[in-house]
């Protein structure tokens, strides 16, 4: 079932996501050669309880951390560790709190000093691809037109769009329905009302889009160690368009 917020439910939300918004920035100043991934993960607890929120990861499923920090060819839910980031990495910082009651959750993908221009492309397609499934996130618009603008930017520029995880519902509840995948045919699905909120967050592969889960049970890696990039927001759909909650 499809929860529609209030305006009230989503002040809370935008409340949570200018949180998650001011660590992700935060962390991405902190990005650099020779730092810690499991220095960042502290880092960003540190921030969201300074801000009297929860981080909405630790313990969820039972994951041990805060963050997720995933490097290289790892796709998602990277765990952070004493492994320092050397030049030439990218590593996506997936964060989201609890405030008051609501969630809010984000992800951006940032170069370690310099990176070669594949992976810049990557990156910047990567980031590319979420502003164009935000913008076809509006009232009348299927949930399927999101999937497919993401899908269509992304494999036009030559890299693949991975499908065994999705974007998803949020609110009370940090996964809710419905589930938000990169790809598909436009104009299935749900129609887009106002009070739906969705954290839109395309995950996309330098080559193929499989992708395998390690013995850590967590972190999701490419199945042909090609980089991975990963940008992630918390949209609120209203009567005016979408609006994005996880921005400074």
């Known amino acids: 079932m499809i929860v529609l917020k209030s305006p009230q439910e989503i002040e809370k939300m935008r409340s949570a996501g200018k949180i998650v918004a001011e660590i992700l920035d935060i962390l991405r100043s902190e990005v650099k050669v020779g730092v810690t991934t499991r220095h960042l993960n502290d880092l960003a607890e540190k921030e969201a309880r300074k801000r009297k929120s929860v981080p909405a990861f630790k313990g969820y499923g039972g994951f041990p951390f805060a ?4 490097v290289n060819e790892q796709v998602v839910h990277g765990m952070p560790s004493d492994r320092s980031l050397v030049e030439g ?3 996506s910082l997936d964060f989201g709190v609890v405030l008051a009651g609501y969630y809010s959750d984000a992800a951006i993908t940032v170069p370690v000093s310099r990176i070669d221009s594949r992976t810049e492309q990557l990156v910047k397609v990567t980031e590319d691809s979420l502003y164009a499934a935000i913008d076809v996130a509006t009232p009348g618009n299927r949930l399927s037109d999101i999937s497919h603008a993401v899908q269509k930017y992304v494999e036009h520029r030559g890299f693949s769009v991975v499908r065994d995880f999705v974007g998803h519902g949020i609110g009370k509840k940090l996964h809710e329905s ?21 954290a839109i967050e395309p995950m996309i592969n330098e080559k193929g889009f499989e992708v395998k889960v390690l013995s850590d049970g967590w972190t999701a890696v490419t199945c042909d ?5 990963h940008f992630e927001h918390t949209v609120a759909i209203t009567e005016h368009g979408p609006e994005i909650l996880t921005k400074l």
């Open 225 to 229: 160690g090609g980089m991975s990039a």
């Open 67 to 70: 963050l997720c920090c995933s």
């Open 89 to 91: 990495d990218i590593v």
């Open 178 to 198: 419905p589930q938000v995948p990169n790809f598909g045919e436009p104009g299935r699905g749900v129609k887009l009302k106002p009070g739906m909120v969705l």
